[in-house]
């Protein structure tokens, strides 16, 4: 079905006055019926409405409601349709329309519905919520029924309710406190970490003394060790009820909550300790981190920098950086985070958020950031490499090998996307036996996924670095992948052990991890190009057909038509993160949006309850308006893929480039203009489009990225039908095509294998031509 409506709007009324209020009294008499669901009375007096005024709003509504509750769709849709062609801005016929249409299977219909209704000003989470009804609804395989009124709810009496634990009638005999004995064992093995062992005893403690403090606070303690900190929040909660003035646990306590989004409850708990103890520098940390996360960014840094004045401690300066980082200060966040390196050069955390904000800082060039990791391998690594031993695992280049896989991101989160799809293929893969190790406490539906793929799993979160290298030593382990490089979770000072005779880096950083003990790095000629690995990777560079695969998500919306076509203007768009939005790309958006006078910019993403004064007067600076800027905040999987249906091209970030968000773009029908230079992280963007056959889109210098922007503008007939074909070509790119990078991937670890077993050193590795060989110097950048 296409949406086809006449936008009448609501003419001057020509009815008889006398006749007009008789004509009120039955529709008011209509709607009392249906209130009390007197279906065949409301019916009848509706239409004597609609035999008097056959256009009338309320009427034509409320029919269209009784008749979708008797799932009549022909009849409510009918209804609908006449409302909304009666009074267009009415933005509630608008979503019950919406919704007859995509309850009846109309999803087609519902999207371009839905189009038109946003573009009458229709916004908020009714748009929201309609867009998760339409997702949902496309992967059932028939209408779903309506959902009956929700019945008035009731509370529990107070003895009943549920969190109350049962009484026990039997008497029982209860010591106030546990032996001695047993108190020094569960402390001295959680000193020693031993925190599965110290779990057992407390867990035990708990049990038989319910009433006894310590022993909830070692459960909590040892589940926070164990990296299981949404299982502590109750072992904790119990420890200050059971002792209020216990500041160290309800510090713990707050910490917990936060890093499970629990931020009113943190902050309440932070409070609580800072009350009791006003010099408390790690409440005063653990408030502001948890206020930053509320989007309260100038109280974060009051407490951030009370943290700072109170201690002056590596944490203290790391954490600081991190928040201004978040901020997009980043010039700010390197002089806190470099404060924190010269008091501790070691300090691997410091290193890595360092790294990461260089990356995203357009006056930093490839040498200094590349120099910066070559440091941290110095200082995190070199203390360990007298401690590598020599790899028994047997040398025959044939034999099946043991692949391990190092994550703490295997859950919902963008890596899963990516690795998914390849444990799918490798699983089939007799040559390869899957091992992983993850590194976090979350287990979802995705993680019960990769487990089905996986040979061994290991939760490994609970083992130090040392213990994990053993583990993998033990296990037999012949190539050890990395999938985080220098983000959070990451275990790159394990890898710093050796622990495995070919380890290599993959998808979760995009530069060098600049450890000698890692040996490979696995990306594709446009991501690293030949000529740009040089000097800026410690590692080999293995080019597999595309860097990783990318899964479009399930149930995305349709691509629609181009919005200019009816806007009559062009609108560029953005979405990525708001650290990456740096004063050279806005300056550089800004040049092209002067070229286009008429045309907008909407900037997706965006942290909610976040001011956006700084991005304002950035533009601001450079002659754009305010009001032709269209900001939307971060929101889920559906409603930021919809968003796509408001944007012709998006306009990409530099130095730190698109990745995942001009993936999604693409398959949405948006094609995005980007500027690569010579790091790997701005060129993600690059390799998506190219690999798509959409280099086109890839500038040259600032005066292409205008210039092709301008052409587009020009040539709308042209970019409406690239948005029209962008999936069919998107699917014939390697990018999409998850067995082809798989086979390219196991290709490339067998000619790694057969090179260690004969005793041949790592070199660069191009898996596109014929079987894996050396890359000879004249590859094609």
């Known amino acids: 079905m296409t949406v086809s409506i006449e936008l009448r709007g609501a003419p001057a009324s020509t009815i008889d006055p006398e006749f007009e209020q008789a004509l009120a009294q039955v529709l008011g008499a209509a709607i009392e019926h249906h209130q009390k669901n007197e279906v065949e009375e409301a019916q009848a007096l509706y239409r004597i409405v609609l035999d008097a005024d056959p256009a009338h709003a309320d009427a034509n509504h409320n029919l269209g409601a009784l008749a979708l509750q008797q799932r009549d769709f022909e009849r409510a849709v009918a209804h609908f349709e006449a409302a909304v062609g ?3 801005d009415q933005g509630h016929y608008w979503a019950s329309y919406i919704n007859a249409l995509t309850v009846s299977g109309q999803t087609s219909a519902a999207w371009v519905a839905l189009e038109i209704a946003q573009q009458r000003g229709m916004k908020g989470p009714t748009v929201d919520h309609l867009i998760q009804q339409l997702v949902l609804s496309e992967k059932a395989p028939a209408p779903a029924p309506l959902a009956a009124p929700a019945p008035t709810p009731t509370s529990a009496p107070a003895s009943k309710a549920a969190s109350a634990p049962e009484k026990n009638d039997a008497p029982v005999m209860r010591m106030a406190a546990p032996p001695q004995q ?10 020693q970490g031993r925190a599965a062992e110290a779990l057992d005893i407390a867990r035990q403690m708990t049990e038989r003394f319910p009433k006894f403090a310590l022993g909830w606070r070692a459960m909590g303690s040892s589940l926070h060790s164990l990296g299981r900190t949404f299982e502590a929040i109750e072992p904790f909660s119990r420890t200050v009820e059971l002792e209020p003035t216990d500041t160290e646990s309800r510090k713990v306590l707050a910490d917990c909550l936060r890093l499970h989004n629990r931020f009113a409850d943190a902050e309440a708990a932070c409070r609580e300790v800072i009350a009791q103890a006003p010099e408390h520098a790690e409440a005063f940390r653990i408030l502001g981190m948890t206020l930053q996360s509320k989007g309260r960014h100038q109280e974060a840094e009051t407490c951030l920098r009370k ?3 109170l201690t002056g401690s590596v944490v203290a300066y790391s954490t600081l950086g991190v928040m201004l980082l978040d901020q997009g200060r980043l010039a700010e966040a390197q002089i806190e985070l470099r404060r924190a390196l010269e008091i501790q050069p070691d300090y691997g955390i410091a290193h890595e958020n360092i790294l990461f904000c260089m990356s995203h800082d357009e006056n930093v060039d490839a040498d200094a950031l590349f120099a910066q990791h070559v440091s941290f391998g110095e ?13 028994r695992n047997p040398r025959n280049p044939q034999r099946q090998l043991k692949v391990g896989f190092v994550s703490g991101d295997l859950f919902h989160h963008a890596i899963s996307t990516f690795i998914e799809p390849i444990f799918e293929h490798l699983m089939h893969d007799s040559g390869i036996e899957i091992h992983v190790y993850y590194n976090h406490s979350v287990n979802d539906d995705v993680t019960a996924r990769l487990r089905q793929n996986a040979a061994r799993w290991n939760a490994v979160n609970g083992l130090n670095d040392a213990q994990l290298a053993e583990k993998i030593r033990t296990d037999g382990i012949d190539v050890l992948i990395d999938l985080s490089g220098h983000t959070s979770r990451n275990r790159l000072l394990m890898f710093a052990r050796k622990p495995a005779p070919i380890q290599a880096s993959w998808m979760g950083y995009p530069g060098t991890t600049g450890l000698t003990a890692m040996d490979y790095y696995f990306a594709d000629s446009f991501h690293v190009p030949a000529h740009h690995a040089q000097g ?4 080999k560079i293995v080019h597999l057909p595309a860097n990783a695969p990318f899964q479009p998500a399930r149930f995305a919306p349709p691509v629609n038509g181009l919005p200019a076509l009816h806007n009559g203007y062009l609108t560029f768009g953005s979405f990525n993160r708001i650290n990456k939005l740096q004063p050279g790309a806005i300056a550089l958006w800004s040049e092209l949006l002067r070229a286009l006078p008429g045309s907008r910019m909407l900037l997706g993403a965006m942290p909610p309850d976040a001011g956006c004064e700084t991005l304002i007067e950035w533009f601001a600076k450079e002659g754009i308006a305010r009001e032709r800027l269209d900001f939307r905040s971060r929101s889920g999987m559906p409603v930021y893929l919809q968003q796509h249906h408001h944007v012709d091209i998006c306009l990409d970030t530099f130095p730190y480039s698109g990745g995942t968000t001009t993936l999604h773009a693409m398959w949405m029908g948006v094609p995005t203009i980007t500027l690569p230079g010579h790091r790997m992280a701005s060129r993600g963007s690059t390799a998506a489009l190219s690999l798509a056959g959409f280099g086109d889109f890839v500038a040259k210098d600032h005066a292409d990225f205008v210039a092709k922007g301008v052409a587009w503008a020009n040539d709308l007939t042209g970019l409406a039908e ?3 074909s962008m999936r069919s070509r998107c699917a ?12 390219g991937l196991s290709a490339s670890l067998r000619e790694m294998w057969r090179r260690w077993c004969a005793g041949v050193a790592p070199a660069a590795l191009d898996v596109q031509t014929p079987g894996a060989t050396a890359r000879n110097n004249q590859e094609k950048s």
């Open 379 to 391: 200082q995190c690594e070199g203390p360990l490499r007298a401690q590598w031993k020599p790899h």
């Open 732 to 743: 014939d790119s390697p990018m999409f095509q998850p067995a082809v990078i798989a086979a």
């Open 307 to 309: 943290t700072v004045e």
């Open 182 to 191: 047993q108190i020094n064992r569960v402390t001295t093995l959680y000193h």
């Open 86 to 88: 009666a009074n267009p």
């Open 722 to 724: 690239l948005r029209a």
């Open 536 to 539: 800026q990777y410690v590692e």
